[in-house]
């Protein structure tokens, strides 16, 4: 299983920019989906980003298109997410995540799509 770590959330002001990591300790890290879903407080966890194993297909939540740029390092084993352009209602706690198939070409929205997730990361954006 691939086991994550997510950095860099933080407190930044409306119209900011963050930038969220995620390491993976999995040697096979490549082979694998990678999403970022998010949870603000009272509400479900919600689908934000994915890239495929490869590299070579994205998508994004409506709310993110244009803002957020997810992106990978097979060699390093790391994903990001590029956030700009924040605002409050991004506030919420970020999780990486491992699809659950081998290469898989498909996209995965759900939550349930993914195997492995990391501990989360707190992003804060104030008004």
């Known amino acids: 299983q691939v086991q994550l770590v997510e950095s860099g959330g933080g407190l930044v002001q409306a119209g900011g920019s963050l930038r969220l990591s995620c390491a993976a300790s999995?040697?096979?890290?490549?082979?694998?989906?990678m999403g970022w879903f998010r949870q603000a407080p009272g509400k479900e966890r919600e689908f934000v980003a994915v890239?495929?194993?490869?590299?070579?297909?994205?998508d994004y939540a409506e709310s993110v298109k244009g803002r957020f740029t997810i992106s990978r390092d097979n060699v390093m084993n790391m994903a990001y997410l590029q956030m700009n352009r924040l605002k409050p209602e991004d506030t919420a706690v970020y999780y990486c995540?491992?699809?659950?198939?081998?290469?898989?070409?498909?996209?995965?929205?759900?939550?349930?799509?993914?195997?492995?997730w990391g501990q989360g990361t707190q992003v804060t954006v104030s008004a």
């Open positions: 890239i495929t194993w490869g590299g070579g297909r994205t």
């Open positions: 999995a040697r096979t890290f490549g082979d694998y989906g």
């Open positions: 995540a491992a699809d659950r198939v081998y290469r898989r070409t498909s996209i995965g929205y759900t939550a349930d799509e993914y195997a492995s």
